[in-house]
């Protein structure tokens, strides 16, 4: 018998090692897979270009769409990166919030169709390290959560797309 235990013990040790391996390597693919649903969920990667100026890339999210932590007069807020908005949008609550002034009234067209909104001024956005004064904004009621970051702010940066990623330039080197 002792015979028979001895030959069984070294297929026990090989297969409690292959056993440890596969929950590491479990841990491992989760831990990655969570990195990488939380990169696609807002996550930005900032720098330089080979040029020195500032950059920002913004993931694709599983929807298509690029959003992005960022903020508005030093309150943080989520964007939805949107080229066909002419302005940067905010709900009606963010600007409350914020303590926004409510301008002038105006009607916008929206996907859902005409909306009432306002016209108001922003005196900074930033996306990283990305950052303007005095940017252009309507304040508009039916907006979600998320705030639209448009052309008001956009067109002051170079945008291309690269693979699942948007990446928006400085147009100045930086100091």
């Known amino acids: 018998m002792d015979n028979g235990e001895s030959a069984q013990r070294p297929h026990w040790k090989t297969g409690r090692v292959f056993a440890w391996l596969a929950v590491f390597g479990l841990m491992i693919g989760l831990t990655a897979f969570y990195h990488a649903l939380m990169q696609r969920g807002g996550g930005i990667i900032q720098g330089q270009d080979e040029n020195g100026r500032l950059m920002v890339a913004l993931p694709r999210d599983r929807s298509g769409h690029y959003l992005a932590e960022g903020g508005i007069n030093g309150k943080a807020v ?75 702010f956009l067109q002051y940066f170079n945008l291309r797309q690269e693979h699942d990623q948007l990446v928006l330039v400085s147009r100045n080197h930086t100091e």
């Open 78 to 152: 989520r964007f939805l990166v949107d080229t066909g908005a002419t302005d940067v949008a905010i709900s009606e609550k963010t600007a409350r919030e914020i303590g926004l002034q409510f301008g002038p009234q105006i009607t916008v067209m929206t996907a859902a169709g005409p909306a009432v909104g306002w016209r108001t001024r922003l005196e900074q956005v930033s996306l990283g390290p990305l950052s303007l004064q005095n940017v252009r904004a309507i304040i508009t009621p039916g907006l979600g959560r998320e705030a639209l970051l448009g052309m008001s």
